[in-house]
C-alpha cells in the first residue's frame, strides 16, 4: 500500500552536512509517522528520529539531538532528515520507515514499522 524511496546519501566529511530524503507513493501518507533508522555493518539496526504524523511532534536518538531534524512536507508526500556536524560515527545505510502507531513511544522500535525503504548510504570520513 506504501512505497518508501531514500535519497540524498553520499560520502561527506566530518564537520559537514548532508539532506535525506524519503518520498512515499499510496495513499494515506499524511496518516503515517515516519521514522529514520540507520545500519552500519556488523550492528543492528538503530533508531534515528521520528515525526508524527502532522509534524506536530519529533524524536531523535541521543546520539543526534542538537545535530540532525527530521521534517515533513505532506503536500509532496516526502519526508527529510538534515544532518549536520556528522561524525564517521553517523557512517551506515539510513534507513525511512512509516508507520500506524500513534503513540509515540512505539516510534522507537523498528518492530512498529510496517513499510521500509531501500536505503541510502551515508559515509563520513574523518
Known amino acids: 500500500q506504501v512505497q518508501l524511496v531514500e535519497s540524498g546519501g553520499g560520502l561527506v566529511q566530518a564537520g559537514g552536512s548532508l539532506r535525506l530524503s524519503c518520498e512515499a507513493s499510496g495513499r494515506t501518507f499524511n496518516s503515517y509517522a515516519m521514522g529514520w533508522f540507520r545500519q552500519a555493518p556488523g550492528k543492528e539496526r538503530e533508531f534515528v528520529a521520528a515525526i508524527s504524523w502532522s509534524a506536530g511532534s519529533t524524536y531523535y536518538a541521543d546520539s543526534v539531538k542538537g545535530r540532525f531534524t527530521i521534517s515533513r512536507d505532506n503536500a509532496k508526500n516526502t519526508v527529510y532528515l538534515q544532518m549536520n556536524s556528522l561524525k564517521p560515527e553517523d557512517t551506515a545505510v539510513y534507513y525511512c520507515?512509516?508507520?500506524?502507531?500513534?503513540?509515540?513511544?512505539?516510534?522507537?522500535?523498528?518492530?512498529?514499522?510496517?513499510?521500509w525503504g531501500q536505503g541510502t548510504q551515508v559515509t563520513v570520513s574523518s
Open positions: 520507515a512509516a508507520t500506524q502507531r500513534t503513540y509515540y513511544t512505539a516510534f522507537y522500535y523498528r518492530s512498529n514499522y510496517r513499510y
